[in-house]
């Protein structure tokens, strides 16, 4: 009977422990999960192995002044709601373009940055496209699975004709428009600005704002953890005053956030 309790105490110690943490993995060292694939300027490891990043330094600065302690999780983008969940992270911080479809499935925290989709080609091809309907005359297009773009390319009437594929990551995607195998490929503004043109790897790629509608980036929590949600959004918000976010955004981007 005695061990009997000590069990059911431990139970109820854990149930505690879960919900005084705003829904951490339960009985966990209370060490947030945050859940990123890697995409530069996003979070990303620079020439010296150092992880670094927008929101690499943003997601730090934010549980460092709540007071967590943190760590990074690699995961499968197009499964992000599934590993959130299912509790193997906390939060998603990795550039996440806010839609309806993520707000129904979960809570997601005030907006933090602007971003666009934008086309990659290498430069002789650049002149081919200058809206979103020459996008038609494409002989094929890639982008990241499970990303915005995806529903970018959809509002285009007739796009289901040219030959599209989908890339594992917003990197693999213009990877393949370097090696020829894709002719466009359509990625993050935040992406694109810092990956391709001079003084990149990708010196003979270029982007284009071909007219896709303006997004926005958010952080992502579960259903239920709005305590948990507020204390994100209060803190960004407090960063966002003291110029925090602009100052984040020059060094990534080199420009004012929106």
Known sequence: MKKAFSVFLGIVLCMTVVFSTVGLTACDDGIIQIG???YAPINYKDEEGNFVGHDT??????????GYEYEFVEIDWDAKIIELNSRRIDVIWNGMTITDELKAAINISDPYMVNQQVIVVKSE???KYNTAADLLNAS???????????????GIAGIDKVKTAEAESQAKA???????TSEVGV????MAMSMTGAGTDYEDIVYKNVGFEEEQYGVGVRKGEDD???????????????????????????????
């Open 36 to 38: 990123f694939t890697y």
């Open 57 to 66: 330094e943003l997601a730090k600065r934010v549980f460092e002044e709540l």
């Open 125 to 127: 091809n650049a002149n």
């Open 140 to 154: 094929s297009i890639v982008y990241e699975s499970g990303s915005a773009a995806k529903s970018a390319l959809e």
């Open 174 to 180: 213009l990877m393949e428009v370097a090696a020829g």
């Open 187 to 190: 990625i993050d503004i935040t």
């Open 228 to 258: 948990f949600l507020k204390e994100i959004n209060d803190k960004l918000a407090e960063l966002k005053e003291e110029g925090y976010l602009d100052e984040l955004y020059d060094k990534y981007m080199g420009g004012a956030a929106e």
